[in-house]
């Protein structure tokens, strides 16, 4: 157990629904990314928030996807008309930058489906 | 960031060394080497990370090379538990607003057999 959590583990929905997603950071990192994963590849980064700005996001980003970190706590990210593309494993990574260092510690990730 | 190479699988013997090897000759001088693992179903694991200098930590030790275009993980007392895919990742310092975004290649896949 890194200390970030993400909520929920599973989700279940059909395509056209909306979801959203929680990353809870371990406490006082000041970094967090999203990442998604398919089956057999390896992460692939989405979108990361330096408190609570949005610094930079993917072309993988679509207009569908967006997210949030309000007060630089927690982030939501939220998928709007899914589409049986978007089934992927959805990871929140935390960190705390301190001068160039920087190690990133993942949640145990959000497994979508979408039928 | 630098692009690595790493071969797709490998297979290890319980209680030997496993020496997970990595190239990444494009590396720049900025740019650290950051070694995590996948077991199945979970999140990625951090294990070790480094710039030039070799590292060590409970988990494991990095050894780069003088020239830094490649390096080796070693797991010194592998265990069934080690089963995993080990993903080695270049990654330009991140300081200031600069980008920190980690970019997973296929890694590979150890098995570590009784």
């Known amino acids: 157990d890194t200390g970030v959590s993400q909520d929920p583990r599973h989700k279940i929905t059909k395509r056209g629904q909306n979801v959203t997603f929680r990353c809870d950071p371990i406490?006082?990192?000041?970094?967090l990314y999203w990442y998604r994963q398919t089956l057999g590849q390896g992460p692939e980064f989405l979108t990361y928030f330096q408190n609570e700005a949005q610094l930079e996001k993917s072309r993988l980003l679509s207009d569908r996807f967006s997210a949030e970190r309000p007060k630089g706590s927690f982030s939501t990210l939220e998928i709007q008309r899914t589409e049986q593309g978007d089934s992927a494993m959805y990871l929140c990574?935390?960190?705390?930058?301190?001068?160039?260092?920087?190690?990133?510690?993942f949640g145990p990730g959000t497994r979508l489906l979408v039928l | 960031d630098a692009k690595t190479t790493q071969p797709p699988s490998m297979d290890c013997a319980e209680g030997r060394a496993a020496n997970l090897p990595c190239n990444h000759s494009t590396i720049s001088g900025n740019e650290y080497v950051y070694w995590y693992r996948q077991i199945h179903s979970q999140g990625p694991q951090y294990i070790i990370h480094?710039?030039?200098n070799n590292e060590t930590n409970e988990m494991a030790s990095l050894i780069i090379t003088e020239d830094r275009k490649s390096s080796t993980l070693i797991l010194p007392h592998a265990t069934l538990r080690d089963t995993a895919v080990y993903y080695c990742i270049v990654r330009v310092a991140a300081g200031g607003t600069s980008y920190g975004k980690l970019t997973f290649g296929q890694g590979t896949i150890l098995t570590v057999h009784p």
């Open positions: 990574a935390s960190s705390f930058l301190t001068g160039l260092r920087e190690t990133q510690y």
């Open positions: 480094g710039l030039k």
């Open positions: 406490s006082e990192h000041n970094r």
